[in-house]
């Protein structure tokens, strides 16, 4: 039942407007790909800010997650092309909510190459010259965060 449910929901609510595309029942699974590519686009270190970020930003970017994510719920698919991208979008948001909490938790600039934050301008080797690893406990419904040591196998530049 779960796994076909945005198909239920489409078919039980196309009739309510005109274009099956817009309807106050459900949500496509492109308009909330393209609402998930804004957000993380405008306030998650995307090309549309030159890759820079902040906390403020980040947390901004967690806000319309959530907000997307309750939406999500409600998404409903016209064939199983369209089911296959509900769920491609479910697990999206999962995929950039722990981007955006790894990006929260390091403190400093990866740049060249990933991202700016204007709140912490420098690459702190020193301190976060390490991985970062998440776990989600779904009966809490809280995320932790933790460093992981680097350990260099090879010693090459930048490494050194």
């Excluded at 970020?53 to 409600?74: H, N, P, Q, V, Y």
């Excluded at 998440?134 to 050194?160: G, H, M, R, Y």
Aim: with cysteine.
């Amino acid at each position: 039942d779960e796994i076909y449910a945005p198909v239920k929901r489409y078919v039980e609510h196309v009739g309510a407007t005109t274009h099956a595309d817009v309807n106050p029942n459900y949500c496509k699974p492109a308009g909330i790909m393209m609402r998930l590519m804004k957000a993380t686009d405008e306030y998650g270190g995307g090309v549309a800010t030159y890759y820079m970020t902040s906390g403020k930003l980040l947390g901004i970017c967690m806000d319309l997650l959530e907000l997307l994510r309750e939406d999500a719920e409600k998404m409903g698919a016209g064939d199983l092309h369209e089911l296959m991208r509900a769920w491609e979008n479910y697990h999206r948001i999962w995929c950039v909510e722990a981007h955006i909490r790894h990006i929260q938790f390091r403190e400093e600039s990866r740049y060249p190459g990933f991202y700016y934050r204007s709140d912490f301008p420098t690459c702190d080797d020193e301190n976060w010259k390490v991985f970062v690893n998440s776990t989600f406990d779904p009966k809490a419904q809280e995320w932790k965060c933790e460093k992981v040591e680097c350990i260099n196998i090879i010693e090459t530049d930048p490494w050194l």
